[in-house]
């Protein structure tokens, strides 16, 4: 009978209270989906904090006057390292002379926003001033010496991080020291940097910093590491290792760059990424972006990722159009990537 068919009363009831209930569901999706695209953010620097970390530029003191960069430096960036306002050259022209004004210039643009500040850097083979270049021995070791407390303590209290010591390892196969004017002065020389430093700004994080030690079955990979924990059971007051991450066709991203940053953390240090740049274009340059980024998400010591300019107009190398943002300001590919990456981070700090 067609009336034993009908819904009866209760059934029409029960019919009713379920499409009620799936309206209800169906309205709470609805109204959260705004608040769950709201969680992404929408500039590298609140997408970094999420997860307790920070993304930084390398700023050139003399770019601060041009509201276009700086329109996408303080949007987007929340750590700076000063490209090379910082180096020997810069701050110790002259022997004993300190100037710090284009320094003070980067660091007070970023103080004052609350930002990170990476010291870079203030023992290396390259950048040292006229006077500096022609020392060798014990007169060359106390110059060094007397460079890394003038500096660290100017900047007391200012720095996250100081490179202490910046690329003291050869290419190659060889796993050797640089055979530089400041490796001749002694082995130990490295050690000894890192104690001024320790003694001029106890509370910045000191870091090593070196470029082609990425890859973990590079030689000059496992050097570092070896000069690291050989530190850490002698008690030199180390606290980072800095990767450069200069990718290029020489010196490739490898998939095996997420255990070398676990493996240098497991030995006690933080790890970060400080001056990341990919050569290339496109989604083969955005997937590059996308792996580095989430190969530091990955490791909890890893602290944040610095790139190597703002715009590729402002790399050192530009030819190789190697960074996040086109010439005249526009997002890359390699942003969206990179924002993306960040934004799957947990929210949680690490
Ligand atoms: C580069 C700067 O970007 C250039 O402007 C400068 O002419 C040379 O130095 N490794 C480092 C950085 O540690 O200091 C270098 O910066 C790039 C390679």
């Avoid at 810069?90 to 320094?103: I, K, M, V, Y």
């Avoid at 010439?327 to 990537?337: D, H, I, L, R």
Wanted: proline share 3%; glycine share 6%.
């Amino acid at each position: 009978m067609a009336s034993r068919t009908r819904p009866t009363g209760h059934t029409r009831l029960r019919t009713l209270t379920l499409s009620g209930t799936a309206a209800i569901i169906l309205a709470l999706v609805v109204s959260l989906l705004p608040n769950l695209a709201q969680a992404a953010e929408t500039t590298l620097g609140a997408a970094a904090a999420q997860s307790g970390r920070y993304f930084g530029a390398a700023v050139a003191a003399n770019k601060l006057s041009d509201s276009a960069y700086t329109t996408i430096l303080n949007r987007e960036f929340n750590s700076v390292t000063p490209e090379n306002e910082m180096k020997i050259d810069a701050t110790e022209p002259q022997q004993n002379n300190f100037t710090f004004s284009n320094a003070d210039r980067i660091v007070n643009h970023a103080t004052s926003r609350g930002w990170k500040v990476r010291g870079h850097t203030l023992a290396w083979h390259s950048q040292q001033p006229g006077w500096m270049q022609g020392m060798e021995g014990t007169t060359l070791r106390n110059a060094m010496l007397n460079h890394v407390t003038r500096v660290a303590t100017y900047y007391r209290g200012k720095i996250y991080s100081w490179d202490v010591v910046n690329e003291a390892f050869e290419d190659g196969n060889s796993g050797a020291r640089r055979n530089s004017n400041l490796q001749r002065t002694g082995n130990d020389w490295i050690e000894a940097a890192f104690r001024a430093a320790d003694a001029a700004d106890p509370n910045a994080k000191l870091c090593y910093n070196d470029y082609n030690t990425d890859n973990w079955t590079w030689a000059k990979t496992q050097a570092v590491y070896n000069m690291v924990r050989d530190f850490k059971s002698r008690g030199v007051p180390i606290d980072c290792v800095g990767f450069q991450s200069h990718f290029n066709a020489n010196s490739p991203y490898n998939s095996n760059y997420r255990t070398t940053l676990s493996s240098f953390a497991a030995l006690g240090v933080d790890v970060q990424i400080t001056e990341l740049d990919i050569e290339g274009s496109g989604t083969t340059q955005a997937n590059t972006f996308r792996s580095v980024v989430s190969d530091c998400l990955a490791v909890a010591r890893c602290n944040g990722v610095t790139v190597w300019g703002v715009r590729d107009c402002d790399s050192w190398r530009s030819s190789g159009t190697p960074l996040l943002f086109e010439c005249n300001g526009n997002k890359k590919a390699a942003y969206t990537a990179t924002l993306e990456a960040l934004n799957s981070a947990s929210r949680v700090a690490v």
